[in-house]
């Protein structure tokens, strides 16, 4: 059997046609590696798979959204025009500007008339004392600042207050509306800060008047406010302070000692043998001294409690009571003094001393005596003051009143 064989034909490069095609072969090669290296390539690296894998591609999203949203907004506000209020408009000299300008004034003073058509409500005047013939209701304290008093009966206006022409709101000749709690002395409104109060103690007082004065008293510290300053003088031959620190000594008919804490002693006696003429032995700034208090509990009970012992002593002299008072650290800005008569009456002393030392309001009250009443009068008008005439029931005639019908009043103060 004959076969044929097949020769081998040698190529052009000189390799034999039974071997394998070596472009194939490199090509076939080739193949595996680019999709192994292009499958390389398209791997995500290690980053790209954890932001994947923590949801990044949702918050790209959202915040492209978030950031549409904020331009839309942008541009849809920008695209609003606000119409300001015109409260002027200038005529310009045309028709329509002077008619527009005529209506604008119109509207203008309607609203003026509705504004001023409100009116404001009254509220009642009141007075702390039970006998008087205003009484007081119970109203909630309040610490605000007061200004300065002068009487509910009229005559002072304040700058704000009752005053003859209406209502305020606050204190001036009364008490106004200002919300505020009335603290008065019978019947005169008290201010809140640095006040002192002179009281006679004299053995000339009767026992209903010395009751009315405590009582009243009492009355008007409980409805201080906390922070307010006062003090409280007791005097007759000499002065003292109304605390049980304080101590009356009478080693003769015409000298009495003040004494405080068992110490510091204050001599008064009297060189003429008069009732109503003391001499103070020192000087007048080494005159009985003592603290500003606040009206708190403690204060306002240890007060009273000095007041209602209700204890006298004999002598009456006015001058050495106000320079006590006036003495005070800082200086008073009022002060009450009430006495049953005269005694010591050298209004210009007291005057002069109050202008040096103080410059305070100086509000003077009789206990049912017209005695003195003219140069009680002298020192309340000459200092800005009021002067006050209290009856034993605890009525009050105010001294314009009482020195336009003296001959009436007096009547009634022999009673």
Do not use: C
Request: net charge positive; no cysteine.
């Amino acid at each position: 059997m004959s076969m044929r064989q097949t020769a081998s034909v040698p190529l052009v490069d000189g390799t034999s046609a039974d071997s394998p095609d070596p472009l194939l072969a490199q090509v076939s090669s080739l193949v595996p590696q680019a999709l192994a290296t292009d499958a390389a390539v398209l791997e995500p690296n290690m980053l790209v798979r954890y932001w994947r894998k923590a949801g990044g591609g949702s918050l790209v999203v959202s915040l492209l959204i978030h950031a549409g949203i904020l331009v839309a907004a942008y541009f849809l506000v920008e695209t609003i025009v606000l119409e300001k209020k015109v409260d002027f408009l200038s005529g310009g000299g045309s028709k329509a500007g002077q008619e527009a300008s005529r209506d604008l004034a119109h509207q203008m003073q309607q609203k003026k008339r509705s504004t001023l058509s409100k009116t404001v409500p009254m509220q009642k005047v009141v007075s702390t004392s039970s006998n008087a013939a205003i009484a007081l209701s119970d109203l909630p304290m309040e610490s605000m600042e007061m200004p300065e008093m002068s009487s509910v009966m009229g005559g002072m206006s304040g700058s704000a207050g009752f005053s003859s022409q209406g209502a305020g709101g606050g204190f001036g000749a009364g008490i106004g509306t200002g919300g505020m709690k009335g603290v008065t002395f019978f019947g005169m409104a008290s201010p809140l800060d640095r006040v002192v109060f002179v009281l006679d103690f004299s053995a000339s007082m009767k026992k209903n008047q010395v009751e009315l004065v405590v009582n009243e008293m009492g009355r008007t510290l409980k409805m201080l406010p906390m922070r307010a300053q006062y003090q409280v003088i007791q005097f007759a031959g000499g002065a003292k302070f109304a605390d049980r620190s304080w101590k009356v000594e009478q080693p003769g008919t015409f000298e009495r000692v003040m004494v405080h804490r068992g110490k510091t002693k204050y001599r008064f006696f009297s060189p003429t043998k008069s009732h109503t003429d003391y001499a103070f032995d020192g000087r007048d700034d080494e005159l009985p001294k003592d603290d500003w208090l606040n009206a708190n509990p403690v204060n306002v009970g240890r007060t009273k409690e000095e007041l209602d012992k209700k204890e006298t002593w004999s002598g009456t002299d006015w001058r050495w009571a106000f320079k006590t008072a006036l003495n005070m650290q800082p200086p008073p800005k009022v002060v009450y003094f009430m006495t049953d008569g005269l005694g010591g009456s050298n209004v210009e002393l007291i005057l002069d001393y109050n202008k040096k030392k103080a410059k305070a309001r100086l509000n003077t009250f009789l206990m049912h005596t017209s005695a003195g009443a003219p140069l009680m009068n002298e020192i309340a008008d000459k200092t800005g003051g009021r002067f006050t005439i209290v009856k034993n029931d605890g009525s009050t005639i105010p001294g314009d009143m009482y020195f336009g019908n003296k001959a009436k009043y007096d009547m009634e103060l022999k009673d």
